[in-house]
């Protein structure tokens, strides 16, 4: 099984970005302890802070089995990532690190939820650990 992670605007920044929502620790470092946790599953990383690119990605999902997204801001703003999570087969979850909800009322609109097979919010970095659960089990 091969999956990717898609993350987007700023989260190359976990680790130092708001460590008081995002938590200290960044995403590569999480990444191996991922890798560790699934030695079955084959994880790719992709992060872009720029919108097409990140369209593009979701573009190769044939090479996947499933997605896991985190459009970070773009979630709150991008019809185009969502038509390109409509235009393709393969699973995709809906990740954040933060619970959007109990934030700022401009998070509480994800034009992805609507799109995704499912989505997992605020559970901190655990938010990709169950995304990966959901698309294993
Ligand atoms: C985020 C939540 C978004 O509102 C924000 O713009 C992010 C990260 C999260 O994972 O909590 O950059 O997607």
Redesign the pocket.
Same mark, same amino acid.
């Given at each position: 099984m091969k999956i990717t992670i898609i993350n987007?605007? =700023?989260?190359n920044l976990l680790g130092s970005r708001e460590t008081n #929502?995002?938590g200290s620790q960044n995403f590569e470092t999480y990444l191996d302890s991922l890798r560790t946790s699934f030695p079955k599953i084959i994880i790719e990383y992709f992060q872009s802070n720029i919108e097409g690119e990140i369209i593009n990605k979701i573009h190769e999902s044939k090479e996947f089995d499933g997605i896991i997204l =985190? !459009? !970070? !801001?773009y /979630? &709150?703003t991008s019809i185009g990532i969502a038509d390109a999570v409509k235009s393709i087969d393969c699973k995709v979850v809906e990740? &954040? #690190? %933060?619970n /959007?909800f109990s @934030?700022e009322e401009y @998070?509480h609109n994800s034009f992805l939820s609507p799109v995704v097979d499912g989505i997992i #919010?605020g559970f901190g970095l655990d %938010?990709y650990r169950l995304g990966i659960e959901s698309l294993i089990n």
């Open positions: 987007g605007p =700023n989260l #929502i995002y =985190n !459009a !970070a !801001a /979630t &709150h990740v &954040h #690190i %933060s /959007t @934030r @998070r #919010i %938010s």
